[in-house]
């Protein structure tokens, strides 16, 4: 039998593949209406890491006037942000280096 036969296949894992950690809408309510940034989701839990970029869902409501900063969001949660009087700022992404050797 062939070698690429004898061989198992495996699937295809994208290197420059973006991982997100999201938080929604109704996880914000968990906060006072005011400056939202990663430094305060980690603080209160939202996420578990600062290395990685954070993206916000539009998965429930907003109580209130929010300024959030995030890597990402996503059409709905922007628009219901702004809709309360808030506001969506996007951050710098990380940026993975890689080696052109």
Do not use: C, W
Not at 19 to 47: C, F, H, K, S, T
Not at 74 to 95: C, D, F, H, N, Y
Request: proline fraction near 6%; avoid cysteine.
């Amino acid at each position: 039998m062939p070698l690429q036969r004898r061989i198992p296949k495996r699937g295809f894992s994208n290197p420059g593949r973006q991982e997100y950690q999201v938080v929604n809408l109704r996880d914000l309510a968990r906060l006072e209406p005011g400056q939202v940034n990663p430094v305060v989701l980690y603080r209160q839990g939202l996420i578990g890491s600062l290395r990685q970029p954070v993206k916000i869902l539009g998965e429930g409501d907003v109580g209130g006037a929010y300024q959030v900063s995030a890597h990402a969001f996503s059409a709905g949660a922007r628009r219901k942000i702004e809709a309360a009087g808030g506001t969506a700022t996007v951050l710098m992404q990380l940026v993975r280096e890689t080696s052109d050797d």
